[in-house]
């Protein structure tokens, strides 16, 4: 039961705390420092490449293509003067000498060299035009050269940064993922009570890919496009400061729209976020509900809830898709408007000479450069927003303090985890869980027993609500080897008082002492490898039922199985399987009867060979013949062992060490069965009804 379904993901997010959530991003980022220093090395020689390409360009039309004249060198007014364009030839070159001698019409003749005009260089063949211009061809055959190893050399670092980032990217999600994962494991049952199990797997799937363009492409692409944009800028200035100045006036509109823009997305990414995780939520409350779904014709009702909801995330995505639709539009007019400029200011100071056409042409090139990374830094800006609203939604996660005050149950499972924690650390490959050495060394420091000898509750009470209590001053005590009943109505608090001795939840008051220390001092791993616990309603996990029952312990030997089988009675049943004890079971164990799954619940009970048996209603919903199984099963598991068992059917208790009567959360009746009924109390009352039943 959901307790408080908006718990915190439905509540508003005010101001954008990007900085603060880019600075606790950073440890995962952090820890791969030297893959992201040497993408962000990539990126700067990227840039370079990027920026030598027009200007590349400038050289081949200035000096080549189309080279400037020299006639201003001469003493010639007229010449000085004139706007015609000139082709200089070298008088040196016998072949040249020749086609010079050949027209002298068109060629001007200052000492060792002559100049053509470019207008009459039509009336020579192409031979002729081959050998006057061999020096220019060459010289442009150097520029294609040099031109494609710097396209050649930018295709490989690209290939290599994007390699680096997507790897590193790839090695910072699966930390954070890990780090989350475990971080839910550690929480107590009242988060998950509150949380649906949609809403979480939103968080630790779609929230964290939501996080890759973040580490794979914001993160190095801020810095590359920060270099080129100043390295533009430079370019710029110094190729025409007054050209420069006019291409930046549209700046100040770009910026205004870029923020503008991105406050927008950021609302628009924060209700995505919201509606993902309820349609999750929905999707996975309809799976496991299809029976009452199906068995109560609300199939048209469910379909219109979803529909409604789906309704809601489409309207979601549509504001998204409007911001972009016309924050682009805007970012590519105001670019735009900046070239027409540059082109109707420079085309005249090109006719003027005041610059040269290789020059304009650069100018153009580096202005429509200059407007992509300022249209890329927008993009990243939303990719981060989109980012953004994700990590706030994971860190609300991993701010909640609802843990038992220590360590998490992954990291204290010794038996399961200790060869990958050595794994990890020796190979250091995908990197520790943060703060998993911490964790580590708390479970070392915390107090610990090797047995227990007592169980006292001193005034304890309890609640999930605030202020609705379910338990209220609980006191008792619970000895070595005694086995103590819990009876009561449905709503008594049997089940509440049962899940605070392993720590599920922690007392509102009061306290709960094991051999005198107070129950929040001991770390969960010393206490829960003493207890085991068999439910009404058995969780098995999809898989064989040998890895059910040993639960991560893997040394557990054939001769040893085949005693806990024994003992639970499970021997019978599974005998009876093709695949006998390694059958693959379905999730929740639904390919097996109930009561099948409550001796296999019980066979991993003898298998963690606990202290304290912990047993609620484990005899609920089973037929007689299958109760008796485990009824029997029952008595091998408690012989010998302190138990506490929460039961419905008195007659299941009758010989229990004592019998605790809870109504309405309170302790009313204590002692053994035949005292209770000598009392003739609430206890008695119950016997006789339950004897008519």
Same mark, same amino acid.
């Given at each position: 039961?959901?307790f408080?379904?908006?718990?915190?993901e439905?509540?508003?997010?005010?101001?954008?705390y990007?900085?603060?959530l880019l600075?606790?991003?950073?440890?995962?980022?952090?820890?791969?420092?030297?893959?992201?220093i040497?993408s962000i090395l990539?990126?700067?020689l990227?840039t370079?490449?990027?920026?030598a390409?027009?200007?590349?360009?400038?050289i081949a039309i200035? $000096?080549?293509?189309?080279?400037?004249?020299?006639?201003?060198?001469?003493?010639d007014?007229y010449?000085?003067?004139?706007?015609?364009?000139?082709?200089?030839v070298?008088? $040196?070159d016998?072949? $040249?000498?020749?086609i010079v001698?050949?027209?002298?019409k068109?060629f001007?003749?200052f000492?060792?060299?002559?100049?053509?005009s470019f207008?009459?260089l039509?009336?020579?063949?192409n031979k002729?035009l081959?050998?006057l211009?061999?020096?220019?061809i060459?010289?442009?055959?150097?520029?294609?050269?040099c031109?494609?190893a710097?396209?050649?050399?930018n295709?490989?670092f690209?290939?290599?940064q994007?390699?680096?980032m997507?790897?590193?990217g790839?090695?910072i999600?699966?930390?954070?993922?890990?780090?989350?994962?475990?971080?839910i &494991?550690?929480l107590?049952?009242?988060?998950?009570?509150?949380?649906?199990v949609?809403?979480?797997?939103t968080? /630790?799937?779609?929230?964290? &890919?939501?996080?890759? +363009?973040?580490f794979?492409?914001? /993160? /190095?692409f801020v810095?590359? =496009?920060?270099?080129?944009?100043?390295?533009?800028?430079?370019v710029?200035?110094?190729l025409?400061?007054?050209?420069?100045l006019?291409?930046f006036a549209?700046?100040?509109?770009?910026?205004?729209?870029?923020?503008?823009f991105?406050?927008q997305?950021?609302?628009?990414?924060r209700s995505l976020?919201i509606?993902?995780a309820q349609?999750?939520t929905?999707f996975?409350e309809?799976i496991?509900?299809?029976k009452?779904?199906?068995?109560?014709l609300?199939?048209k +009702?469910n379909?219109?809830?979803?529909?409604k909801?789906?309704?809601?995330y489409y309207l979601a995505?549509?504001? &998204?898709i409007?911001?972009f639709?016309i924050?682009m539009?805007?970012i590519e007019?105001?670019?735009?408007?900046a070239l027409?400029?540059?082109?109707?200011?420079?085309?005249?100071?090109?006719?003027?000479?005041s610059?040269?056409?290789g020059?304009?042409?650069?100018?153009i090139?580096y202005?429509?450069?200059?407007?992509?990374?300022?249209?890329?830094?927008a993009?990243?800006?939303?990719?981060?927003?989109n980012?953004m609203?994700s990590?706030e939604?994971?860190?609300l996660i991993?701010?909640?303090?609802?843990?038992?005050k220590e360590d998490?149950k992954? =990291?204290?499972?010794?038996?399961?985890?200790q060869?990958s924690?050595?794994s990890?650390?020796?190979?250091?490959?995908h990197?520790t869980p943060l703060?998993?050495?911490n964790?580590?060394q708390?479970?070392?420091?915390?107090?610990?027993f090797d047995k227990?000898?007592?169980?006292?509750?001193?005034?304890v009470?309890?609640?999930?609500?605030k202020?609705?209590?379910v338990?209220?001053?609980?006191?008792f005590?619970?000895h070595?080897?005694?086995?103590?009943?819990?009876v009561?109505?449905?709503?008594s608090?049997k089940?509440?008082?049962?899940?605070?001795?392993?720590?599920f939840y922690?007392?509102t008051?009061?306290?709960?002492l094991?051999n005198?220390?107070?129950i929040?001092k001991l770390d969960?791993f010393g206490?829960?490898t003493?207890?085991?616990?068999?439910?009404? =309603?058995p969780?098995?996990?999809?898989?064989?039922?040998?890895?059910?029952?040993?639960c991560?312990?893997?040394?557990?030997?054939?001769?040893?199985m085949r005693d806990?089988?024994?003992?639970?009675?499970?021997?019978s049943?599974?005998s009876?399987?093709p695949?006998?004890?390694?059958?693959v079971?379905?999730?929740?164990g639904?390919?097996?009867?109930?009561g099948?799954r409550?001796?296999?619940s019980?066979?991993?009970?003898?298998?963690?060979?606990p202290e304290?048996?912990?047993l609620?209603?484990?005899?609920?919903?089973? =037929?007689?013949e299958?109760?008796l199984?485990?009824?029997?099963a029952?008595?091998?598991l408690?012989k010998?062992?302190?138990?506490?068992i929460?039961?419905?059917?008195?007659?299941? /208790?009758?010989n229990?060490?004592?019998?605790i009567?809870l109504?309405?959360?309170r302790?009313i009746?204590?002692?053994?069965?035949?005292?209770l009924? &000598?009392?003739?109390?609430?206890y008695?009352?119950l $016997?006789?009804?339950q004897?008519?039943?």
């Amino acid at each position: 039961m959901h307790f408080d379904i908006g718990y915190f993901e439905e509540k508003q997010l005010g101001k954008s705390y990007d900085l603060k959530l880019l600075r606790r991003l950073y440890p995962f980022a952090g820890k791969h420092k030297l893959l992201l220093i040497s993408s962000i090395l990539l990126v700067v020689l990227i840039t370079g490449l990027d920026l030598a390409l027009p200007y590349i360009t400038k050289i081949a039309i200035d $000096n080549y293509i189309v080279p400037q004249t020299e006639l201003a060198q001469t003493k010639d007014y007229y010449v000085l003067k004139s706007k015609t364009r000139y082709l200089k030839v070298d008088l $040196n070159d016998p072949d $040249n000498q020749a086609i010079v001698n050949k027209y002298p019409k068109i060629f001007k003749i200052f000492g060792k060299s002559a100049f053509i005009s470019f207008k009459h260089l039509s009336s020579l063949d192409n031979k002729e035009l081959s050998v006057l211009r061999k020096t220019d061809i060459a010289g442009i055959n150097l520029v294609a050269t040099c031109f494609l190893a710097l396209i050649i050399c930018n295709f490989i670092f690209n290939f290599g940064q994007m390699f680096l980032m997507e790897y590193t990217g790839q090695l910072i999600m699966h930390d954070l993922r890990m780090h989350l994962y475990s971080h839910i &494991q550690s929480l107590k049952l009242s988060f998950f009570a509150r949380n649906p199990v949609g809403r979480l797997v939103t968080r /630790v799937t779609n929230d964290i &890919q939501n996080m890759h +363009e973040l580490f794979t492409s914001v /993160v /190095v692409f801020v810095f590359k =496009d920060v270099f080129l944009l100043s390295g533009i800028a430079v370019v710029l200035i110094s190729l025409n400061i007054k050209l420069a100045l006019i291409s930046f006036a549209v700046l100040p509109l770009v910026v205004f729209a870029s923020i503008y823009f991105a406050s927008q997305a950021r609302d628009a990414f924060r209700s995505l976020r919201i509606k993902i995780a309820q349609i999750n939520t929905r999707f996975s409350e309809t799976i496991a509900g299809i029976k009452v779904i199906q068995l109560f014709l609300q199939e048209k +009702e469910n379909y219109n809830s979803f529909k409604k909801l789906n309704h809601e995330y489409y309207l979601a995505g549509m504001q &998204q898709i409007h911001v972009f639709a016309i924050f682009m539009p805007v970012i590519e007019l105001l670019g735009a408007i900046a070239l027409a400029v540059i082109i109707y200011f420079g085309g005249g100071q090109v006719v003027s000479e005041s610059i040269s056409l290789g020059s304009l042409v650069a100018f153009i090139a580096y202005v429509k450069m200059f407007f992509r990374p300022i249209r890329d830094i927008a993009e990243k800006y939303n990719v981060l927003q989109n980012a953004m609203a994700s990590a706030e939604r994971i860190f609300l996660i991993l701010d909640t303090k609802e843990d038992t005050k220590e360590d998490t149950k992954e =990291d204290a499972q010794k038996d399961a985890n200790q060869d990958s924690i050595k794994s990890i650390a020796k190979n250091n490959i995908h990197g520790t869980p943060l703060g998993l050495r911490n964790i580590i060394q708390k479970v070392k420091n915390k107090q610990s027993f090797d047995k227990i000898l007592e169980i006292t509750f001193k005034e304890v009470s309890f609640c999930y609500l605030k202020n609705e209590f379910v338990l209220k001053e609980i006191s008792f005590s619970i000895h070595a080897g005694e086995t103590i009943a819990l009876v009561g109505q449905t709503g008594s608090g049997k089940t509440s008082l049962i899940n605070l001795v392993p720590k599920f939840y922690d007392p509102t008051s009061g306290l709960i002492l094991i051999n005198g220390i107070d129950i929040t001092k001991l770390d969960s791993f010393g206490l829960r490898t003493k207890m085991a616990l068999v439910t009404q =309603d058995p969780f098995l996990f999809s898989g064989t039922i040998k890895e059910n029952i040993a639960c991560g312990k893997k040394d557990i030997s054939e001769k040893e199985m085949r005693d806990i089988l024994a003992a639970s009675n499970c021997d019978s049943f599974i005998s009876k399987l093709p695949l006998g004890i390694d059958t693959v079971l379905s999730e929740g164990g639904e390919s097996i009867s109930s009561g099948e799954r409550q001796l296999i619940s019980m066979a991993r009970a003898f298998a963690r060979n606990p202290e304290i048996m912990i047993l609620d209603e484990a005899t609920s919903y089973i =037929d007689s013949e299958t109760e008796l199984k485990i009824q029997d099963a029952l008595f091998n598991l408690i012989k010998n062992r302190t138990t506490l068992i929460a039961a419905h059917r008195l007659s299941t /208790v009758r010989n229990a060490d004592k019998i605790i009567l809870l109504h309405k959360g309170r302790i009313i009746e204590t002692g053994g069965h035949y005292e209770l009924m &000598q009392k003739k109390g609430l206890y008695f009352r119950l $016997n006789q009804i339950q004897s008519y039943l």
